[in-house]
């Protein structure tokens, strides 16, 4: 069976990009910004994305491409062409190890985006505009208490994925990838210029 490549650079770039930005630079990113020096906190994470991360990347990359299999079966493969005696060993850390992280992460965002669909059908049919601001954290505090509610658009979000997935390569993940990342990076302009005109934001700039 002949396996699927991304059609244009473009498209895998994007998708990189889709797995690796999410709402902790949104919520997150700029809170720990704040609470550990402003640019200082900017220029170590930088350094880290380069020295550490950045390397991480391509190694990964270059292991998909080498192997052109899943991340077990890849790092057997791998441990065979190198030599290592024991390659199942090298198997199981680098490769089941890997998948076991990544189930541990997936848990995290299926709660996450259970939240992020709740808003927003919560936003489309009108209803988050009539809660009162200082309301906010006690509906989020509801929402959280709700299991019944996370479950049933966590299971929401979990088939869309799955449609995405079985869709493909070309015309499942990088299809959409090339539609939803453009409109994400939209959205963070638009929150960028809306946080400037927010009041203190000028305390903020040059906290900065």
Same mark, same amino acid.
């Given at each position: 069976m002949k396996k699927e490549k991304f059609s244009t650079s473009w498209g895998f770039i994007l998708t990189a990009a889709g797995s690796a930005i999410g709402l902790g630079n949104i919520w997150r990113f700029p809170y720990l910004c704040g609470q550990y020096g402003g640019m200082s906190f900017i220029l170590l994470y930088l350094l880290i994305l380069f020295l550490i991360c950045n390397p991480l990347m391509v190694s990964e990359i270059a292991i998909g491409r080498t192997a052109k299999s899943n991340c077990v079966d890849a790092f057997k493969l791998i441990g065979e062409q190198i030599g290592i005696k024991y390659p199942q060993l090298w198997s199981f850390f680098g490769g089941w190890c890997a998948a076991f992280g990544v189930t541990v992460c997936l848990s995290f965002y299926f709660l996450v =985006?259970?939240? !992020? @669909? #709740? #808003? /927003?059908?919560? =936003? !489309?049919?009108?209803?988050?505009?009539?809660?009162?601001?200082?309301?906010? =954290?006690?509906?989020f505090g509801?929402?959280?208490?709700?299991?019944? $509610?996370?479950?049933?658009?966590? /299971?929401? /979000?979990? %088939?869309?994925?799955?449609?995405? !997935?079985? =869709?493909?390569?070309?015309?499942? $993940?990088?299809?959409?990838?090339? #539609? @939803?990342?453009?409109?994400?990076? %939209? $959205?963070f302009i638009l929150l960028c210029a809306r946080s400037l005109t927010l009041e203190g934001a000028s305390k903020g700039v040059d906290f900065c």
């Amino acid at each position: 069976m002949k396996k699927e490549k991304f059609s244009t650079s473009w498209g895998f770039i994007l998708t990189a990009a889709g797995s690796a930005i999410g709402l902790g630079n949104i919520w997150r990113f700029p809170y720990l910004c704040g609470q550990y020096g402003g640019m200082s906190f900017i220029l170590l994470y930088l350094l880290i994305l380069f020295l550490i991360c950045n390397p991480l990347m391509v190694s990964e990359i270059a292991i998909g491409r080498t192997a052109k299999s899943n991340c077990v079966d890849a790092f057997k493969l791998i441990g065979e062409q190198i030599g290592i005696k024991y390659p199942q060993l090298w198997s199981f850390f680098g490769g089941w190890c890997a998948a076991f992280g990544v189930t541990v992460c997936l848990s995290f965002y299926f709660l996450v =985006a259970s939240w !992020v @669909l #709740y #808003y /927003f059908l919560e =936003a !489309v049919s009108g209803k988050l505009m009539l809660i009162n601001q200082n309301n906010l =954290a006690d509906e989020f505090g509801q929402l959280t208490q709700s299991f019944s $509610i996370q479950l049933s658009c966590g /299971f929401i /979000f979990l %088939f869309i994925t799955t449609l995405i !997935v079985i =869709a493909g390569v070309k015309k499942g $993940i990088e299809r959409v990838s090339t #539609y @939803l990342m453009p409109i994400l990076f %939209f $959205i963070f302009i638009l929150l960028c210029a809306r946080s400037l005109t927010l009041e203190g934001a000028s305390k903020g700039v040059d906290f900065c």
